[in-house]
């Protein structure tokens, strides 16, 4: 009878483990994911690719909501939404906030193509930088593409750097930014991008600098006349995750998300390659006026931003830059 009673409770046991593991490996997850731009734009559209990809491969464990339009906020609070763990994933270009040496990525003219680019975002540079996040809450998952940023505004062509004096020029809150138009004798003016078309249209600013698939999503093309095309910085968006949410995520999840990012990312950065000869001629249609500055001239010009870099990081940026710049 006792080794009857110690079967059965054996089987119990057995039962209720396999039962729990069962529950586990049924529980589904949902991943609401916060972006700034409207539909259509890349980040957006590779987003959807990682939902479909997540969705299929967990078989419905792993869940994926986008939510566009800086509909949960701007940049910065969806930022700090991930940092709180109130929001899974986010798509930001401002980690500066967080991490000021990531500016370092940004500086004009650093990059010789996007083969450079990729080996760079790729680096030991890259997840060092990264990994200071995790004590803000926040894990850097990935990257997408934002682009060539170039410069438009309402007052006059850009053909050469002396043509920039003294105009209002939005950026984002941007170390790198904000020290390039400085060097350019511009007025630099952070601000949210979620404010920028309303700040363009009743004239806060004259202008602003953006890669072509933000000017295209963002219709800038309404209130600014003038565009230049620059490509004086190139920056990344980065993929960014509570990372209290991820570490909770079953093991085999976690690598469907790992991988699903990683393929939208790479999608994302041939796809950007090919819009961005389209989008000129797109803004082109629309009826900007669109100038090629020489970019020597441009590079001259703002090599006094890498002097504030090294000013405010000092030897370490400077490996950082040097580190960049041999790859």
């Not at 963002?218 to 980065?238: C, D, F, P, R, W």
């Not at 469907?256 to 796809?271: H, P, R």
């Not at 100038?291 to 000013?311: L, W």
Request: charged share 25%; net charge positive; glycine share 8%.
């Amino acid at each position: 009878m006792m080794r009857l009673h110690n079967g059965m409770l054996v089987g119990l046991v057995v039962l209720f483990l396999v039962g729990l593991a069962s529950v586990a490996a049924a529980q589904s997850y949902t991943i609401k994911v916060g972006i700034g731009h409207p539909p259509g734009q890349s980040f957006v559209v590779a987003s959807e690719k990682f939902k479909e990809m997540v969705e299929k491969r967990s078989n419905g464990r792993l869940k994926v909501e986008i939510f566009h339009s800086s509909q949960l906020g701007g940049e910065r609070e969806m930022q700090e939404m991930v940092a709180l763990g109130t929001l899974e994933m986010s798509v930001s270009g401002i980690v500066v906030i967080y991490e000021p040496l990531f500016t370092l990525l940004e500086a004009p003219f650093l990059y010789r193509d996007r083969d450079h680019i990729k080996k760079v975002m790729e680096s030991s540079v890259v997840a060092d930088l990264s990994q200071t996040l995790l004590n803000k809450g926040i894990r850097m998952v990935g990257f997408y593409e934002n682009g060539f940023r170039h410069i438009t505004n309402s007052k006059r062509a850009i053909n050469a750097p002396a043509d920039l004096k003294g105009l209002k020029i939005r950026t984002p809150e941007n170390l790198a930014q904000i020290e390039t138009f400085k060097a350019l004798g511009a007025v630099p003016t952070p601000m949210a991008y979620s404010e920028l078309y309303n700040a363009l249209s009743q004239g806060v600013v004259d202008g602003q600098e953006n890669p072509l698939q933000n000017i295209w999503t963002g219709k800038m093309y309404e209130v600014q006349k003038h565009l230049a095309i620059t490509g004086h910085i190139y920056n990344s968006a980065y993929i960014l995750a509570s990372n209290k949410f991820w570490t909770g995520l079953p093991a085999d999840l976690r690598k469907v998300a790992e991988d699903g990012i990683k393929e939208a990312s790479y999608w994302q950065l041939d796809y950007l390659a090919d819009l961005d000869k389209k989008l000129l001629e797109d803004c082109k249609g629309k009826g900007m006026l669109v100038t090629t500055p020489d970019r020597e001239a441009f590079r001259k010009a703002t090599a006094p931003a890498y002097d504030a870099f090294y000013a405010k990081f000092g030897d370490k940026g400077k490996k950082i830059i040097e580190a960049i710049r041999g790859m």
